[in-house]
């Protein structure tokens, strides 16, 4: 509400300036999404996390959508997958919302230190040292990255294809 306030009583201060005196935003930092009357309250109660409103993964740091929580900090927070594809599937996210891998230097270094800690963290919390997990991060449409916040997938507690990337046969290739 105050930021909101604040906004009202701001606009009329930028409107008199000209132009090229209008702040500019800082390259390379995250922007909060513009709060707008149907932005929910959750999504404004940390404005550090650059919640969005549509995102699930947003939903569930806020505790606004239900998951099977199996670690949390104050940067970090790791659940069980809704639709598993191994044993043991957990998925680690920032509580900063970034869209993919690609944005990864929006994060503090804290925060992506964290997010391999707890990769690590809850592998070992599972069991999953001695006989081996894997991390993997989609990123973008072409690598079937589904939910647009930033997420690593941890999974294990059974023997894991060997190709995790398919490799094309030289017939595939179309040259």
Same mark, same amino acid.
């Given at each position: 509400?105050?930021?909101?306030?604040?906004?009202?009583? +701001?606009?009329?201060?930028?409107?008199?300036?000209?132009?090229?005196?209008?702040?500019?935003?800082?390259?390379?930092?995250?922007?909060?999404?513009?709060?707008?009357?149907?932005?929910?309250?959750?999504?404004?109660?940390?404005?550090?996390?650059?919640?969005?409103?549509?995102?699930?993964?947003?939903?569930?740091?806020?505790?606004?959508?239900?998951?099977?929580?199996?670690?949390?900090?104050?940067?970090?927070?790791?659940?069980?997958?809704?639709?598993?594809?191994?044993?043991?599937?957990?998925?680690?996210?920032?509580?900063?919302?970034?869209?993919?891998?690609?944005?990864?230097?929006?994060?503090?270094?804290?925060?992506?230190?964290?997010?391999?800690?707890?990769?690590?963290?809850?592998?070992?919390?599972?069991? +999953?040292?001695?006989?081996?997990?894997?991390?993997?991060?989609?990123?973008?449409?072409?690598?079937?990255?589904?939910?647009?916040?930033?997420?690593?997938?941890?999974?294990?507690?059974?023997?894991?294809?060997?190709?995790?990337?398919?490799?094309?046969?030289?017939?595939?290739?179309?040259?």
């Amino acid at each position: 509400m105050r930021a909101a306030l604040f906004g009202l009583l +701001l606009v009329p201060v930028l409107a008199c300036q000209s132009p090229k005196a209008a702040p500019q935003a800082a390259p390379n930092l995250p922007q909060a999404p513009l709060a707008t009357a149907a932005t929910p309250a959750w999504a404004l109660a940390h404005p550090e996390y650059h919640a969005h409103a549509d995102c699930i993964f947003c939903r569930i740091v806020a505790d606004q959508s239900p998951s099977r929580k199996v670690y949390e900090d104050e940067r970090v927070l790791a659940f069980w997958d809704i639709a598993p594809r191994a044993k043991y599937h957990l998925l680690v996210i920032p509580k900063q919302h970034v869209r993919s891998l690609k944005e990864l230097e929006e994060l503090p270094a804290e925060t992506r230190a964290a997010l391999l800690t707890a990769c690590v963290k809850v592998a070992r919390e599972f069991g +999953l040292e001695e006989g081996g997990f894997r991390v993997i991060v989609n990123s973008g449409k072409d690598a079937n990255q589904s939910v647009f916040h930033l997420h690593f997938h941890v999974v294990g507690g059974e023997k894991l294809p060997e190709d995790a990337v398919r490799v094309k046969d030289k017939s595939d290739s179309g040259s």
